[in-house]
């Protein structure tokens, strides 16, 4: 029976357990005959006794040798092995079991277990389990558990290592002592296993199949090692027995010869002999690895606990690397197969991470493939690639790139898998864009893995070309062709990939507008580049973008081969956007990205010679770029990148070539273009905006710098070109005021009236449209340096300046009621269009407005105020403002007023929704305008020198009406009404019913329908979607399989349909908490500025605890005391941090 230790315990309390396992589906996996201690359902944590009854407790317990020698981090663990073999054959002789005691009671110390078996337990393996049983009662009524195998503690951190050599030694040592095997076996005799082995087996497999996690977990482990150190025996025997086997016949080839020599006989006897020993104990060693994997192994794998899962799976891949002819077989890789699906990330990486090291083994990848890893292969192929579109864990993804590239070396993918692959890459790329989201490591692996598709195809196409070396010799030097090839191959991939990546995007990342895919090739190839394969080749794009394919002569070559070899050869309008991309990506990689370990050399040589041999090419490349709209953002990144780069200055490159006028020209070339341009892309936009920070002002930090010597980047010529531009883009906007015939008509259709002063309204909108890129264009600079001596003084032959000229001939004149009374119809199909050029000048107003404030301060501290008339300093952008909310309250009466449109229903609500939108982003520009002239006022008012300053700010016909009490009623009612559609949209996403106020008579939910409404969701491909094991233990049963595979795939596909549908609606969400959050903080920015009502407050305050943590935060902040002079000035950009970036896009597992 099992012997209690001495120290006293009170049964009735219950158990406590140090850690506990991760839950997991009981459904899926087997834990032993009961679910004692399940991962679902863990007994509750008390505290552990105090430290000093713990030590108490512990010097009571009977002392375990084994136990205190591996807990020490200088233990010879292989000389305690041996000494243990040693006492064990001393047993043997002396019919005792004291040290196969001691070995049982160190695993039962592992696991905190405080009985101890005694000798008597131990003497048959037959009452192995019923032993068990009874230590695991006494196990269970314990008060706690300290595991030690699993404890972090200082004072046994080395005994989980020291503990799995312990058994692995000993299993070497009984190799080389003979307790592995027995003396002689009876020829009825079945079972070969020595005593020794027969006790291991019979009492660690009961320990492992108990249901104490602790008990199976260590048992686990330590069977698991003994296997592995069986299976380095067992082929050292193999190989022991192929060298006796080669001997044997050698000597009896000789002994043909020598046929009476009676010592060569002698000999071979001996060999034969020798022969059967190695053989009968490699299949002793067999039938032990056979024993372990059937009653430890195949049901271990699958242990509830994860951790056991891990240490199986690591250990079987340890096996087939030390025994592959005994375990790297079918029967034993469908293991992997199945683990593939485990719902545990942990369990998944480790089975990536064996699999990956079982390619690479030679033995597995090569001479095996053709067995054993093609039918594991063909198996589970196509779940190993799909399982990247679902992985979160980096390391995962690492080892299945690493598994693609010997897939990839083996010629098992095919074009459809290395399509799928690389659009995945565009995925990766697209996800650091976004998220800023990046792994090197799985870069440099996804990177590997594209450059090895490339250079497979590459060389079928030197292959196919290779009768015409001589032409194309003529343009490409021979050594180079290779790579001239290689960039055509990964610019036609990457077109593959990203249309395949289109089609699967909306189920991947749920916003709607991505980065340019540009951008994309640039961040692929960036990461390509730094691979040795391409790092010192990238001036071959250059001369591949330059190359003019009909200068490559085609005499000798019949009309199919030219033919073939042109368009071969020849990039199309796409191609030519990715050789600028991989151009782009070069410079921002050389430049921007710190070298990685072991490339830094390397690194900075490129950067030596890559700037001035491109500097020599940019002329080229602008005038190639510029001629296609499209293609200009990736020249501008290139051009901007250099300009950034400080350890070696573009001027300065540009300087000791003696080419400063090619410098000016490349400034001049690029402000041309701004100017010319009548599409401006977001992305342009961006670039555009940085270009100028980097010209014109110092570091970044916003204050001017065109006055500054010690900018490089800028000279007079530059500054010059810049004036001239804004003197452009002014003049454009001058002409599209007073010339009759318009450039644009955005109402193309029949007009739905045909009154003439309805007809002047259209014209107003074509004009707008007109002026809205000049403008957004000069917003662009003004958001730099001060263009108010250009906006605010007459230009040409004009007596009024810009801002005079949009306030008169514009704003004045246009009514929102007469166009969307009578154009319901054609309004709606252009009010993109319209709502964007609106955008555009109200952003130029405010620029306007900011550079006249600020020029305003300036005179205040320059001791120059005295000498300012404020009253016609600011007439024009008072009277702009004027015309603009009179603008905003007309388009709030024709959106929010009673009366209804006119058209049919559906016509009808899809204006009122764009209106809504249009409405919104009038109304923040509105706040932010009142807010600027606030705030001026409130830090100006009290101490000013400013001449006719009352005239300008306590005349209510001016800007008195919006600084010197309350704005009028029917504007802060416009106001709240931005309010209060966002905040009806954010409560229909979130199923919350709204509080409102009497005087409330809108209706705002007709105005956000469309908020919950997201349409279809596509079909999701079932090969996307995570499903359970694929195959029991034994082999499938195929038409049983199929049919619970279908009925897996449709439940998985309606799954995934509604998981999509989720996680739309968050996105949809998240986008109206954050403009909530927006119009909250600039409302509230006005009220602290004492703009807005106490009631408007009470309103905006009403719903605080409907919709969401963050709303409910900026409602907190109306209790904090009012400081009128601290105006929240930049309100919109505190907002849009409350969240993180990564919350802006929303992926699908």
């Not at 072991?598 to 002329?619: F, M, Y």
């Not at 008339?869 to 702009?880: G, K, S, T, W």
Request: proline share 3%; hydrophobic share 40%; glycine share 4%.
């Amino acid at each position: 029976m099992v012997v209690p230790g001495k120290r006293k315990r009170k049964t009735q309390e219950p158990p406590v357990y140090e850690e506990h396992p991760s839950p997991v589906s009981s459904e899926l996996y087997y834990s032993g005959e009961s679910e004692f201690e399940s991962e679902e359902e863990q007994p509750k944590k008390r505290s552990v006794p105090r430290k000093a009854q713990k030590q108490a407790e512990a010097a009571l317990d009977p002392d375990n040798e084994l136990f205190k020698a591996l807990s020490s981090p200088v233990v010879a663990v292989s000389e305690l092995a041996l000494d243990w073999v040693e006492a064990y054959l001393q047993d043997q002789d002396n019919n005792s079991v004291e040290a196969f005691k001691n070995m049982f009671n160190l695993v039962l110390k592992a696991v905190g277990c405080k009985n101890l078996a005694e000798a008597h337990d131990l003497t048959s393996p037959d009452s192995a389990v019923a032993t068990v049983n009874e230590l695991v009662i006494h196990f269970e009524k314990q008060k706690y558990h300290e595991n030690p195998f699993a404890s972090t503690n200082k004072n046994v951190k080395h005994f989980q290592k020291n503990l799995i050599e312990f058994f692995g030694e000993i299993i070497f040592f009984a190799h080389e002592k003979g307790c592995l095997y027995r003396d002689r076996v009876e020829e009825d005799q079945s079972v070969l296993a020595s005593d020794f082995m027969n006790s291991v087996i019979q009492w660690f497999t009961a320990l492992s199949s108990s249901t104490p996690r602790p008990f199976r977990h260590v048992s686990t482990v330590v069977l698991l090692s003994v296997v592995t150190q069986l299976c380095h025996q067992a082929s050292s025997l193999e190989i022991s027995l192929e060298r006796q086997q080669r001997q044997l016949s050698n000597a009896k080839g000789n002994n043909k010869s020598k046929r009476n020599n009676q010592n060569q006989l002698q000999k071979i006897q001996l060999m034969t002999k020798n022969i059967e020993t190695t053989s009968f104990r490699k299949e002793t060693i067999e039938e032990y690895l056979d024993e372990i994997s059937r009653s430890v192994f195949v049901h271990r794998y699958r242990d509830v606990d994860s951790a056991i899962r891990v240490s199986c799976i690591n250990a079987l891949g340890e096996w087939m690397v030390a025994n592959p002819s005994y375990f790297l077989l079918s029967s034993y890789l469908r293991y992997f197969g199945w683990l593939l699906s485990d719902p545990t990330d942990v369990v998944r990486e480790e089975v990536v991470k064996v699999l990956a090291k079982l390619y690479k083994f030679p033995k597995g990848s090569i001479e095996n493939m053709a067995f054993s890893f093609r039918k594991f292969t063909k198996r589970f192929q196509q779940q190993l690639i799909n399982m990247i579109w679902k992985e979160n864990l980096a390391s995962i993804k690492i080892n299945l790139f690493a598994i693609y590239i010997e897939l990839l070396k083996v010629g098992f993918l095919q074009d459809q898998d290395k399509i799928n692959l690389c659009s995945y890459i565009i995925y990766l790329a697209e996800l650091e864009l976004t998220q800023s989201t990046s792994n090197n490591r799985l870069k440099t692996e996804s990177s590997r893995f594209l450059t090895l598709v490339i250079q497979h195809d590459a060389d079928s196409l030197t292959e196919k070309l290779a009768g015409h070396t001589d032409s194309i010799s003529s343009v490409f030097d021979k050594s180079k062709q290779a790579y001239f090839f290689r960039f055509k191959v990964l610019s036609n991939v990457l077109n593959k990939a990203l249309q395949q990546y289109d089609s699967k995007r909306s189920k991947l990342i749920l916003t709607t507008n991505g980065p340019s895919f540009w951008k994309l090739i640039d961040a692929i190839y960036g990461d390509m580049h730094l691979l040795p394969e391409w790092s010192s080749e990238w001036e071959i794009i250059v001369q591949y973008l330059m190359l003019d394919v009909s200068a490559i002569p085609l005499e000798g070559l019949s009309a199919a081969d030219a033919e073939e070899l042109s368009r071969s050869l020849e990039l199309a309008t796409s191609d030519q956007h990715n050789f600028i991309a991989f151009l782009s990506g070069v410079v921002s990689s050389s430049l921007n990205r710190k070298a990685r370990k072991g490339q830094e050399a390397s690194s900075n040589d490129l950067t030596a010679t890559l700037i001035p041999k491109l500097a020599c090419k940019l002329h080229d490349l602008e005038d190639l770029l510029s001629k296609n709209v499209s293609m200009y953002p990736s020249f501008l990144k290139i051009w901007t990148t250099l300009l950034s780069f400080q350890s070696e200055p573009i001027q300065s490159v540009f300087e000791h070539s003696d080419n400063v006028e090619g410098y000016n020209q490349l400034h001049g070339k690029v402000l041309q273009f701004f100017l010319e341009c009548e599409t401006m892309l977001d992305d342009l936009n961006d670039l555009y905006k940085t270009y100028y920070s980097l010209l014109l002002t110092s570091s970044g930090n916003g204050h001017s710098n065109s006055d500054d010597d010690n900018n490089q980047l800028i000279n007079p010529n530059v500054y010059l070109k810049i004036e001239d531009t804004i003197l452009a883009l002014l003049t454009e906007v001058v002409e599209a005021f007073n010339t009759k015939g318009l450039a644009t008509d955005i109402f193309e259709a029949e007009f739905e009236q045909e009154d003439p002063f309805v007809c002047d309204q259209k014209d107003l909108c074509n004009t707008l449209i007109d002026v809205s890129n000049p403008l957004m264009k000069l917003t662009i600079i003004g958001d730099v340096i001060s263009i108010i001596r250009f906006v605010g003084e007459p230009i040409l032959d004009y007596k009024v300046s810009v801002l005079e000229q949009i306030s008169v001939k514009l704003l004045s004149k246009l009514d929102f009621q007469l166009l969307v009374r009578l154009w319901p119809r054609n309004l709606y199909k252009v009010m993109k269009s319209v709502s964007k050029a609106w955008e555009s000048m109200l952003d130029f107003a405010l620029i306007s407005l900011c550079w006249k404030l600020e020029d305003l301060m300036y005179a205040l501290n320059d001791g120059t105020a005295e000498t300012i008339n404020v009253d016609i300093f600011l007439e024009d952008v008072c009277n702009l403002f004027n015309n603009i909310v009179d603008c905003f309250k007309s388009l709030n009466e024709v959106t929010f007023g009673e009366g209804d449109l006119s058209g049919s229903e559906s016509a009808t609500s899809s204006l009122k929704i764009e209106l809504a939108d249009f409405y919104y982003n009038f109304g923040i520009r509105v706040i932010d305008y009142l807010t600027s002239i606030k705030a001026f006022y409130d830090k100006t008012h009290a101490s000013h020198r400013f001449r006719d300053y009352d005239a300008m700010f306590r005349d209510h016909l001016k800007l008195g009406g919006y600084v010197m009490s309350d704005i009028p009623d029917t504007l802060e009612n416009a106001l709240m009404n931005v309010f209060y559609i966002k905040e009806a949209k954010l409560a229909l996403l979130l199923g919350k019913d709204l509080t409102r106020t009497a005087n409330e008579n809108v209706n705002f939910e007709e105005f956000v329908l469309d908020a919950a409404q997201d349409g279809e969701i596509d079909d999701v491909s079932a090969q996307e979607i995570v499903t359970r094991f694929d195959s029991s233990d034994e082999e499938d049963d195929e038409n049983e399989a199929q049919v619970a595979k279908a009925a897996a795939e449709r439940e998985a596909k309606e799954l995934a349909k509604s998981k999509i549908q989720i996680a739309k609606q968050e996105m949809d969400t998240w986008i109206q908490e954050r403009d909530l959050s927006v119009v909250s903080m600039k409302l509230l920015g006005l009220w602290k500025a004492k703009v807005l009502s106490s009631s408007s407050l009470k309103r905006f305050a009403l719903n605080g605890e409907k919709l969401g943590q963050t709303f409910k935060t900026i409602v907190s902040l109306v209790d904090t005391p009012e400081e009128p002079s601290q105006v929240i000035t930049d309100d919109a950009t505190e907002t849009n941090e409350i969240r993180t970036s990564e919350e802006q896009t929303t992926l699908v597992s």
